[in-house]
T-cell receptor
Framework: DAGVIQSPRHEVTEMGQEVTLRCKPI?????LFWYRQTMMRGLELLIY????????DSGMPEDRFSAKMPNASFSTLKIQPSEPRDSAVYFC???????????????FGNGTRLTVT | AQTVTQSQPEMSVQEAETVTLSCTYD???????LFWYKQPPSRQMILVIR??????QNATENRFSVNFQKAAKSFSLKISDSQLGDAAMYFC????????????FGTGTKLQVIP
């Protein structure tokens, strides 16, 4: 299994530009998470999808952030317009969560390091 | 709200020695899961070990073991025979059982392994 695949690995953009981060979860996993990691706030959950449906987006910072999961094998996180304070490492993670258990661990991608100048 | 606290921002250990990383959490739930993740310089978060709160037996995975104290809400990670490849950030994480429950992470402990 290739694991969770994120692209790009690094992204440098100017303030005001649109940024799109991509994620391919592990095949068969039905839960997908977007996290943001910064030195100040650690790992923050941005949004959680279950069976392609957004379940919890309470962590999305503001309207500039949006996430989609058009199918079970692909998700995007978009920032428009981007700001310097959005600079962080963005992780995508997936898991298989059977109905009866919440024990399944998260499998993380390698993250996208975003720098907004 | 659940919180996870890692009070040691940095730790160091001599190669081949044993080190223990601390983690405490706060919850009103009785059933939950605890995890330790490792984040090496490559940045990828890797699951090291997990523990179900209803199990009294401490989880072990090769050189990694936990000391789970449910009453004290403590979940420490012990790394035996430390290796250079163990150098990384280690994150403690909590997830309540039942329904959708998001994973809450601690702020991490940076482990340095000294040759």
């Amino acid at each position: 299994d290739a694991g969770v695949i994120q692209s790009p690995r690094h992204e440098v953009t100017e303030m005001g530009q649109e940024v799109t981060l991509r994620c391919k979860p592990i095949s068969g996993h039905n839960s997908l998470f977007w996290y943001r990691q910064t030195m100040m706030r650690g790992l923050e959950l941005l949004i959680y999808f279950n069976n392609n449906v957004p379940i919890d987006d309470s962590g999305m910072p503001e309207d500039r952030f949006s996430a989609k999961m058009p199918n079970a094998s692909f998700s995007t996180l978009k920032i428009q317009p981007s700001e310097p304070r959005d600079s962080a490492v963005y992780f995508c993670a997936s898991s298989f969560r059977p109905v009866w258990s919440n024990n399944s661990p998260l499998h993380f991608g390698n993250g996208t390091r975003l720098t907004v100048t | 709200a659940q919180t996870v606290t890692q009070s040691q921002p940095e730790m160091s250990v001599q190669e081949a020695e044993t080190v223990t990383l601390s983690c405490t959490y706060d919850t009103s739930e009785s059933d939950y899961y605890l995890f330790w993740y490792k984040q090496p310089p490559s940045r990828q978060m890797i699951l090291v070990i997990r523990q179900e709160a209803y199990k009294q037996q401490n989880a072990t995975e090769n050189r990694f073991s936990v000391n789970f104290q449910k009453a004290a809400k403590s979940f420490s990670l012990k790394i035996s025979d430390s290796q250079l490849g163990d150098a990384a950030m280690y994150f403690c994480a909590y997830r309540a059982s039942g329904g959708y429950q998001k994973v809450t992470f601690g702020t991490g402990t940076k482990l340095q392994v000294i040759p």
